[in-house]
């Protein structure tokens, strides 16, 4: 199968595979939590680095292997058909750049709600410093972590709800290829958005611009209406979907065969 792929989608998809392995393989041995240090930060966090603006496309969760699979089986289909259109070099420019939109729109959303803590923090009286000073010792997914570092700043559990929650926005990483992926799928459904297509538990096939477009639009809902718990990445979904929809139409608009 994989001597079938072309070459960036097939490279991608071992890469991929290669740190999920590696990142199991630290975290059974108690070692370095590689999503951690390479899933995408906040760019305002005391955490952040900026080589994670193109790594954490590389970073999956380990808590599920299906993270990782539903991203790779489309990159797989979706990837190598746009491959083969485009040519090894065009598409790698078109991946890459759906990842960064995906991190770009990411954390311009996220500045709003940074923006809101940081004047409910000042309001309560909390010294903000003394919160960042605090979350490099936090570990994103270890909640004893956030009351051995936060307990001595905040003293009444109102406050500490609200410096928790700053510090959740800091030091939980973005992991995943999926904003580069729905770039794919944004593309595909403009070139193609009459090819038909099947799946599971629905006995029709439906058009590609309807399936996607259904799609990309519940990632918009579900972007503005948040659930507790929810700890998908929507803004990255629609950030990749956005630029994959921006490049095709302006390449369609000027005529042009390639990005270079």
């Known amino acids: ?25 630290f975290k059974m041995s108690g070692g370095l939590d590689l999503s951690a240090l390479l899933g995408s930060h906040y760019f305002l966090s005391p955490v952040f680095e900026p080589v994670q603006i ?3 496309m590389f970073m999956h969760s380990d808590e599920s292997i299906m993270h990782i699979f539903f991203n790779m089986f489309l990159l797989v289909i979706f990837g190598s058909h746009l491959e083969r259109l485009w040519g090894a070099k065009h598409f790698f420019i078109f991946y890459f750049a759906c990842g960064l939109g995906s991190f770009v729109l990411t954390n311009v959303v996220t500045t709003f709600e940074y923006n809101y803590l940081i004047d409910t923090l000042n309001a309560m009286g909390i010294n903000v410093d003394s919160v960042n000073n605090a979350i490099p010792s936090i570990t994103y997914n270890l909640p004893s972590s956030y009351v051995d570092a936060l307990g001595p700043i905040v003293i009444t559990q ?36 009459n090819t038909e297509m099947q799946i599971l538990f629905i006995p029709m096939p439906i058009k ?10 519940y990632e918009v809902y579900r972007g503005f209406n948040p659930v507790a718990g929810d700890n998908v990445a929507h803004w990255a979904h629609i950030g990749g979907a956005l630029v994959g929809a921006i490049i095709v139409l302006v390449r369609r608009k000027t005529n042009k065969t390639n990005f270079y």
Request: proline share 5%; hydrophobic share 60%.
């Open 1 to 25: 199968m994989l001597n079938n792929l072309p070459p960036v989608t097939k490279n991608l998809l071992l890469l991929n595979i290669a740190l999920y392995v590696i990142s199991i393989a």
């Open 54 to 56: 193109l790594s954490h």
């Open 158 to 193: 109102e406050k500490f709800d609200v410096a928790g929650a700053y510090a959740s926005l800091m030091v939980v990483p973005g992991v995943g290829a999926s904003g580069a992926i729905f770039g794919l799928l944004a593309a595909f459904a403009l070139l193609f958005p």
């Open 208 to 217: 590609a611009k309807y399936l996607i477009g259904a799609y990309v639009l």
